[in-house]
């Protein structure tokens, strides 16, 4: 039993640790970092935080990300609920070549589409503009959000549906009042996965978004790290902030989001 | 009942765009009209304060002054970083948009966009009264014009460390003038327990700089190396690749700070300053900061790269005007952009960049009284040399990226040797050629003189 | 039988309704992938900038698989493939320990799957410190007397890769754990408690009964894992490595965007084209497998 317990506390200090190493560098000076990297902050300043929040435009950057994280993942996973419903419960013609193309499209690394992808948004003059990556992540959002709802529909009950249609239900009043209410715990974890993919999407964001009102928050990271290499930490100040929400938000709703693939996964 | 499935997939359609459009910000800004140097809005990506410390906050006071005496000017300055500089502007210039005002380094970063068709001559809508007063503007010539304007002098002198000379029985006043004396220095250092020598090699430009610094000098000028990218001469002949032993050999020796391979470039040049190495070569700006914390002359001693090579480049100085500014091709306010950059160069901007950065402005017109600092003087007296080369800026900006940054980290992260290295600058050289045949063309003529 | 009716009224009278609920999700897709994916193919051709581009044909191909930075980045993604066992066997077994109804299995579970929703660039950020030569990492185990255990973990070319897939797993695992913990406790007790009952040890009830139940979960979470090495790994080389030193650490995403950096189009559409067609082959052999296991 002990030995249990050692390997999970193991395994949690190894997921902590740089968590922690992030926390107690951004609250050091540069100077007390170059000293003692590895210690406990002995005297800790908000320095790094303030000159992060103050001097660059890291508030604005969040903002984008949000902005665009919500719009993004909202649409997807409307488009992939209408889109999974009907290739489940309406088994339409080619609905079998959909959910196939849909798979394979999961793999396609967005790198393989990012030139053409450029040059159309540079051509309707989208870019620099939040509008091109939403657009962008929307898309390639849509296969796995379809997969996964796919799936998961596949496991709901027939006779939930064969008892509502006999009662005359149409789809679209067995989609609101059966599947969906139904769907909740898969919706969200999808909501979730999603999310956080868009949240710390990089590349994509590294190239349409080039001038620092648009950035993003991962972008603007990228580039605070290779400009200030020599102030470690003023740098993981940063990926501090960019950190904070995403923790604070798991830390009050944790237990969602582990029901919730929970519930994806094992019905 | 059919209709509300239509609703249905009008709704989400209608939600797409929704969303894509409530989340235009600023999208379309007004369309500017004619080219008034009074009344325009101008976004400037800059890069300088890895070179020379203070420079952001330079370019800001600076800005914000421009600004105030220009109401309808408005000035939009986006930092570079230093590894997406040339790749940023690139992705930027393919599709005919991005900043009015660019930063490039000098000489083939500045005119490979130029030949690219990127970018306006500056000399196009600078007087020349005003251009001959810049220092440096040989090396962003091309075609009879000038593409950027050079904004300072970075030396690049030898440093070295008095108290570490002394304690490993060295005389503190003498730095090696040989490479002979500085791997005898080496030795000595390594012998009382001083790592001899510091550079950052994570990122590629520690090996790029000895290439620069060492590597030119079997050179007798620079229309060799010129000829070696263009194939005319073979890149793997000793006279230019001869080099990479000799850092083979640091890394053999153990003359090299142990992480080099670990640690950024920036990093590197930390480390003179923050005394874990005895050695090192760092930019002038650098020189100041370490000079406060090694105590000036006392503590610390500037001069010239060992003399290695015996090309008539051997003993020429490293004074790479670094960054250049220039103004791109689809920019819709060169007359703006111009008016602005030469106010850059106005008495009170290069007074308050040497305060801020401890650098020597590009113009001739900087009052060298203004330089009282005894280090500074031997900078300053070095950055006068009459022969000044960076061969670096003579090389693609995609051969740079890809072979001679990445061949030196084959050296010292100790995975490649120095034929590796060499193979690789072929490779990349021959790459060049074929996926770019536009450039390499205008390098040609230009080689020739075009 | 009543259902077969009704699914047949359904269609005779709505049969229109599920093309329209599919409309939004089919124009999303064609707008982000077919497009650009006809694009990249006819750009696979040519070379130059978009301003003059040249026909060069298959000569984009020719010298990319000449190219040892090409041939690196492409075994290196191999490599990392070595990371999914690693991230599954360790997932399992975490997950395993804590369906035995340990105690604290929430919290632990919590902390376990924190690193999956912090972002990748933060992580590899402080990742790229930690790792250094002189980094706290090696700081620690020298201070351990495990000297001879430090390495330099970014800038050693034989190390550097093997850093990324680190990275990778630290990250990864905590959404295995989650998903096989899920898995596990989906499963009827009653199986277990027979093994338990006919005397079954620990060992045997884990990897006998247990783990067979929950082999099409373990299956469906390695393809996404391979999907995940092979095609989405371009944040943790980029922020960590940059593919360095050299091409060392690099990865068909990383090259990809090096030569779209250069403003080589030809060459990163036709690397582009190339790992379009590894990755459509794994996932054709994916399928196979699994029809021929007899997995839907």
């Known amino acids: 039993m002990v030995s249990r317990h050692a390997f999970l506390v193991i395994i949690c200090l190894s997921a902590l640790y740089p968590l922690w190493f992030i926390v107690s560098t951004a609250l050091k000076t540069n100077t007390a970092y170059q000293l003692d990297p590895t210690g406990f902050p002995t005297h800790p300043t908000l320095g790094a935080l303030r000159s992060i929040v103050a001097d660059q435009p890291l508030p604005r950057w969040m903002w984008n990300s949000l902005l665009v994280t919500v719009s993004a993942v909202a649409v997807s996973t409307l488009v992939a609920l209408l889109a999974a419903y009907a290739a489940v419960f309406g088994r339409f013609r080619g609905h079998r070549i959909f959910l196939s193309s849909s798979v394979a499209l999961m793999v396609v690394p967005p790198v393989t589409l990012l030139v053409p992808m450029f040059v159309l948004m540079v051509d309707t003059g989208w870019v620099n503009h939040l509008q091109s990556v939403i657009v962008f992540y929307t898309g390639l959002l849509v296969p796995f959000a379809v997969f996964f709802l796919t799936n998961f529909f596949r496991t709901v009950p027939p006779e939930l549906i064969e008892a509502a249609s006999v009662e005359g239900a149409g789809p679209f009043t067995v989609l609101r009042r059966i599947v969906l209410p139904l769907s909740g715990a898969a919706a969200f974890t999808l909501v979730v996965v999603q999310a956080i993919w868009v949240w710390n999407e990089l590349l994509i964001a590294l190239v349409f978004l080039q001038n620092d009102k648009a950035r993003t928050l991962m972008s603007g990271l990228a580039q605070f790290q290779g400009r200030y290499t020599t102030n470690q930490p003023l740098v993981l100040a940063g990926a501090l902030v960019s950190i904070a929400p995403v923790v604070l938000l798991y830390l009050s709703g944790q237990r969602f989001f582990v029901r919730g693939l929970t519930a994806g996964i094992g019905k | 009942m059919a209709r509300k499935h239509v609703l249905v997939a009008l709704g989400a359609a209608l939600a797409v765009g929704a969303a894509v459009f409530a989340s235009s910000a600023s999208s379309r800004s007004a369309r500017a009209t004619a080219d008034d140097p009074n009344n325009a809005s101008l976004t400037y990506w800059y890069w300088g304060e890895p070179d020379a410390p203070g420079a952001d906050n330079w370019l800001k006071k600076q800005v914000a002054l421009y600004e105030k005496a220009h109401p309808k000017v408005k000035i939009t300055v986006v930092t570079q970083s230093t590894d997406t500089l040339t790749s940023a502007f690139t992705t930027a210039a393919q599709t005919k948009s991005g900043p009015d005002i660019a930063t490039q380094w000098a000489t083939l970063p500045v005119l490979t966009p130029a030949w690219n068709g990127a970018s306006v001559p500056i000399s196009d809508y600078v007087p020349a009264s005003e251009i001959k007063n810049w220092i440096g503007t040989a090396e962003n010539m091309s075609g009879g014009k000038l593409w950027a304007m050079p904004q300072y002098l970075l030396g690049i002198p030898f440093v070295w460390n008095k108290a570490m000379f002394k304690k490993a029985g060295l005389d503190p006043s003498k730095g090696p003038k040989t490479w002979a004396e500085f791997l005898a220095d080496a030795k000595k250092l390594k012998a009382a327990g001083i790592t001899p020598f510091g550079m950052g090699n994570k990122d590629g430009y520690g090996g790029a700089w000895f290439f620069s610094l060492i590597g030119k000098q079997n050179l007798d000028s620079i229309d060799e190396l010129k000829a070696a990218m263009i194939g005319k001469a073979k890149f793997s002949d000793p006279k230019f690749s001869g080099f990479y032993q000799a850092l083979a050999d640091l890394k053999m020796k153990g003359y090299l700070n142990s992480d080099v391979a670990s640690i950024s470039f920036t990093q590197g040049l930390q480390l003179f300053g923050q005394k874990k190495v005895a050695m090192s070569w760092v930019t002038d700006g650098n020189v100041a900061a370490a000079s406060k914390v090694l105590g000036g002359t006392k503590g610390m001693g500037v001069g010239a790269i060992p003399i290695w090579g015996k090309g008539k480049l051997a003993t020429s100085y490293d004074t790479t005007q670094s960054s250049s500014a220039f103004i791109t091709k689809w920019s819709k306010h060169p007359k703006a952009a111009a008016q602005f950059l030469t106010f850059l160069h106005s008495q009170q901007a290069l007074k308050a960049w040497y305060k801020a950065t401890g650098v020597f402005p590009a113009d001739k017109r900087f009052p060298a009284s203004l330089v009282t600092d005894p280090i500074a003087k031997q900078q300053l007296a070095l950055d006068k040399s009459p022969v000044s080369v960076w061969p670096e800026n003579f090389v693609p900006p995609q051969v740079d990226g890809n072979a001679d940054l990445v061949a030196g980290t084959l050296i010292t992260s100790g995975s490649g040797s120095p034929a590796d290295a060499v193979a690789l600058w072929e490779r990349e050289l021959k790459k060049w050629k074929s996926q770019h045949p536009d450039e390499f063309r205008a390098y040609t003529k230009w080689v020739s003189g075009g | ?296």
């Open chain 3, 1 to 296: 039988m009543a259902h077969k009716g009704t699914r047949r009224r359904w269609h005779r009278r709505r049969v229109l309704w599920p093309y329209l609920y599919v409309l939004p999700a089919v124009a999303a897709m064609v707008f982000a992938f077919g497009y650009p994916l006809v694009q990249v193919v006819r750009d696979s051709f040519y070379a130059g900038n978009f301003a003059s581009p040249i026909w060069v044909g298959l000569d984009n191909y020719k010298g990319v698989i000449d190219d040892p930075a090409f041939r690196q980045s492409l075994l290196n993604n191999l490599k990392l493939l070595l990371a999914v066992p690693v991230m599954l066997g360790l997932g399992l077994a975490i997950a395993l320990v804590l369906n035995d109804r340990i105690r604290g299995m929430r919290q632990y579970q919590a902390i376990v799957f924190l690193p999956y929703v912090l972002p990748a660039t933060a992580i590899g950020i402080a990742f790229s410190f930690l790792l250094q030569q002189n980094g706290v990492l090696n700081t620690a185990l020298r201070d351990a007397h495990l000297g001879a255990l430090a390495q330099d973990w970014l800038g050693s070319s034989h190390l550097a890769i093997g850093s990324v897939g680190g990275l990778v797993v630290w990250q990864q695992l905590g959404f295995c754990v989650v998903v096989f913990t899920a898995a596990l406790l989906a499963l009827p007790p009653e199986t277990a408690e027979a093994a338990r009952i006919d005397g079954a040890g620990w060992w045997s009830l884990q990897f006998r009964v247990l783990v067979p139940q929950i082999r099409p979960i373990i299956e469906l979470l390695a393809v996404i894992q391979v999907i995940t090495v092979l095609s989405w790994v371009f944040n943790y080389v980029y922020i960590l490595t940059s593919g360095g030193p050299g091409y060392a650490s690099s990865v068909m995403e990383l090259y990809i965007w090096r030569s779209f950096s250069n403003g080589a189009n030809g060459t990163a559409a036709s690397v582009a084209v190339m790992l379009l067609g590894m990755a459509s082959v794994l996932i054709g052999l994916s399928l196979w497998v699994r029809r021929r296991a007899g997995v839907t």
